[in-house]
């Protein structure tokens, strides 16, 4: 079901809780509402759309991928971009990483490491960063 984008930041500064194989409907809604907003959003968080859940979903290889409690393990060759956010008015800098290693969970709860780099990189972090309560 696609959601409302929470634009509360006294709610987005939360830190979101670990998620668990009951929160897969959350999934589902971050996926409809990242879908119904392709057009002005590449990623988002499930606390973008109101629930302060571990959960990140975003474009990835002509698709989308979504992630259970993603961890970074390893960051490499800083940088500085100036990103926008759906919750959010404008755009605003950031300190981003080329490359990361990145740990997470499948709706199954398994657990998944993997490389990503670039701009998939670079989305990923921003939706990390909501999981902690950074508004960039």
Request: hydrophobic fraction near 35%.
């Given at each position: 079901m696609v959601r409302v984008v929470m634009r509360d930041e006294e709610f987005l500064r939360q830190v979101s809780a670990p998620a668990t194989a009951a929160d897969v409907q959350i999934a589902d809604d971050l996926l409809d509402t990242l879908r119904a907003n392709a057009g002005k959003c590449v990623g988002m968080a499930a606390n973008m759309i109101g629930q302060a859940k571990c959960i990140i979903a975003f474009e990835a290889e002509g698709g989308?991928?979504?992630?259970?409690?993603?961890?970074?393990?390893?960051?490499?060759?800083?940088?500085?971009?100036?990103?926008?956010?759906?919750?959010?008015?404008?755009?605003?800098?950031?300190?981003?990483?080329?490359?990361?290693?990145?740990?997470?969970?499948?709706?199954?709860?398994?657990?998944?490491?993997?490389?990503?780099?670039?701009?998939?990189?670079?989305?990923?972090?921003?939706?990390?960063?909501?999981?902690?309560?950074?508004?960039?």
């Open positions: 989308y991928m979504e992630m259970f409690n993603p961890q970074i393990l390893r960051r490499a060759e800083p940088y500085e971009a100036e990103e926008g956010c759906l919750s959010l008015t404008g755009t605003r800098k950031a300190k981003r990483y080329r490359e990361i290693k990145l740990q997470w969970q499948t709706r199954e709860m398994k657990t998944r490491i993997c490389n990503f780099s670039g701009w998939t990189a670079q989305i990923i972090q921003h939706e990390i960063d909501h999981l902690h309560g950074i508004i960039i």
